[in-house]
DNA sequence: AATCATTTAAACCATTTGGTTAAACTATAT
DNA sequence: ATATAGTTTAACCAAATGGTTTAAATGATT
């Protein structure tokens, strides 16, 4: 019964490798036998913990999902400054996106093509929009940034800090084809980009 | 030999059907089986006009990209005002993005879980990248815009657009579960947004 | 009428794939 | 030592899927 007392940790192998295999090619793309593979297992220990492709994908993409969701709560306080918001977000987002430049990828896909699991996972767990709306709309009845509806500022930062890792392959080979490190060295330099870019536009007018 | 003096344009249902059908679930996901129902037609003449899915599929994926791409170009004039750049950039590709919605999601997949692929098509189709740095550089000397890297400008520009169509599925839970209208205006508001943001960070400080 | 391209229907094939089963082996815990 | 959980091997199954084939229609062209 209690899986947890076994001297390998056999579950958490098989884990790691289902997120490598379904992060890299999507649910449709995966196949069971690579997951054991990329585990060092068999195909019949994987069904073993597992019992179907189904329930091991739900596994990785809930928590890859709670994740993301995680790192971005954590930034929000409802009360404080906007720009320490976007400095603490633009930092622990794109530190978790350095470490996982595939699973942006991966979600909106999963979510395109199946936009019914969506009700699956957001019950369990919750973005504080409510937070940071709160947040927002101090700071600008503050008047220590414009007026603008808060879900587009949040947008507007989720999408600066993601595109270039959605869009990577396609960045490597329009931009840098020649300087194959130019790659890394823009995404070293973006965010203080971000940053930058987020004050200069905030600001209120002088 | 040739199929264009048929009757019924059978090839162009096809590759409208191959497109629906590709586009909603990736190379994949998509069944030949339901490409020949979406056209209304059997499986054999869809092998007999395009001789195997993947001789389909580049076709479909080359002319989506090649779409945005020349969008993408067509806003690109070497000497002129990044402002007048931007507002034309932004509408134009809003609007094409409103009206295939799902593409995005679409390539970004596609050559992430396959990135040799750009190599297909990178010579047959080209971003007017030199020419859009060669805008930015000019805007720069010329005081009209603060000095910044043009790569990050047009990334900028691309994720502010393109992040709200690729993330939809979950906008539309996370923000406006409760009025679903919400999320159509939100991006009826977001070219306005748009460009507002872009003007007010790249002014030059007075 | 005869030729040629287009289209359908239906059966068929080889391969892949998710999943199962059964027997045996190993290490651990009691 | 004996039971138990974990693990392997290998064969197996059913369904799905990309693709083929054949024979028969249909339609247009000449």
Redesign the interface.
């Known amino acids: 019964m209690d899986k947890g007392k076994t001297k390998h940790n056999t579950e958490q192998q098989i884990l790691e490798a289902a997120r490598t295999v379904f992060i ?3 649910l ?2 995966a196949r069971m036998q690579e997951i054991a593979d990329e585990a060092g297992i068999n195909k019949a220990l994987l069904h073993y913990y597992f019992r179907s492709k189904e329930k091991l994908f739900n596994h990785i993409f809930e928590n890859a999902l709670a994740d993301i969701f995680e790192i971005i709560n954590q930034s929000i306080h409802e009360e404080g400054d906007v720009y320490v918001f976007i400095e603490t977000f633009v930092d622990h987002y794109l530190t978790i996106l350095k470490k996982n430049p ?1 699973i942006p ?1 991966f ?3 999963e ?3 199946h ?1 019914e699991r ?1 009700g699956l996972f ?1 019950r369990k767990i919750k ?1 504080n ?1 409510p937070g940071f709306i709160r947040m927002t709309e101090q700071n600008i009845a503050q008047k220590k940034m ?1 007026s ?2 808060p ?2 500022l949040i ?2 930062l ?3 800090c ?3 890792y ?6 490597e ?3 840098f ?1 020649d300087h194959p490190a130019g790659a890394d060295n ?1 995404l070293y ?2 965010k203080q ?1 971000i940053i930058y ?2 004050k ?2 905030l600001q209120p007018k ?1």
């Open positions: 890299r090619k999507g449709d793309g595939f990828n979600i909106f896909n979510i395109n093509s936009p969506i957001s973005l929009i414009i603008m509806p879900e587009h947008i507007d989720l999408g600066m993601v595109f270039p959605v869009a990577k392959p396609l960045l080979d329009v931009f084809r823009f330099e973006r980009h870019f987020f200069k536009a002088q």
